[in-house]
């Protein structure tokens, strides 16, 4: 989720996984160094084999295989399929917000990049199986969006507040409370009590708790809705 080129280039979410280099450089061991390695092949195979075929349907013995390893290998990394789905969809999030990224950077008004972002979460979480995997877990998917998301996110919201779009006195509080609410609404479309077609309205209430006036929101969540690109 970001905002225009007219902002600070240098507000872009500093982080990722760690670097061959960077592991030199912090005292990593060799065999610490390919412990890293192993587990981030075992993460990129996950997610290639979950993507294709939905988290249920995935098996360890293809995820190994698919990362050359032994099929006992992946016990040495993680305890169960559930603890390496969990680490592939922080993956899965962050790459969707590097998505978004990629079409916000075009956007002119920062209001709108917050706004894009948070309802193409709703999609996902609507839509992509991986994500409804985890929606019963309601307070692990919360978690893992405030914390991989968050950088993004809050970044945006200090943006638009510092453009005097948003009127909200504490980022990280906003965004934590909104990724319970995007988790509940997203819950209830998937449980059909509510519609997908009330997702504007989901969008003008989230905006609402950043200080966003209602008809200005509205507004905002009507504007045309760009396509990502592809994953």
Request: glycine share 8%; charged share 25%; hydrophobic share 40%.
């Amino acid at each position: 989720m970001r905002g225009s080129s007219t902002r600070a280039r240098d507000s872009k979410p500093k982080g990722g996984r760690p670097t061959a280099t960077t592991l030199v450089a912090t005292g990593e061991t060799r065999s610490e160094r390919r412990r890293h390695r192993n587990r981030q092949a075992l993460i990129e195979a996950g997610y290639q084999v979950m993507t294709r075929k939905g988290i249920d349907a995935a098996t360890m013995s293809e995820i190994t295989g698919l990362a050359d390893m032994g099929a006992g290998t992946v016990y040495n990394y993680f305890a169960s399929k559930d603890e390496l789905a969990m680490c592939i969809m922080e993956q899965v999030m962050d790459r969707l917000s590097q998505r978004i990224e990629a079409v916000t950077n075009n956007f002119t008004d920062p209001a709108q990049v917050y706004a894009f972002g948070i309802r193409n979460v709703m999609i996902a979480a609507t839509t992509d199986e991986r994500w409804r995997w985890l929606m019963r877990r309601s307070e692990v998917i919360a978690g893992a969006m405030y914390q991989v998301m968050g950088p993004y996110a809050i970044r945006d919201i200090r943006n638009a507040v510092l453009a005097g779009r948003y009127r909200v006195e504490d980022p990280e509080l906003a965004w934590r409370q909104a990724t319970h609410a995007i988790v509940g609404f997203s819950l209830a479309v998937c449980d059909k009590s509510i519609m997908p077609g009330k997702m504007d309205e989901a969008v003008v209430n989230l905006l609402g708790m950043v200080g966003v006036r209602r008809g200005e929101a509205w507004e905002i969540a009507r504007r045309p809705c760009p396509e990502l690109p592809s994953e």
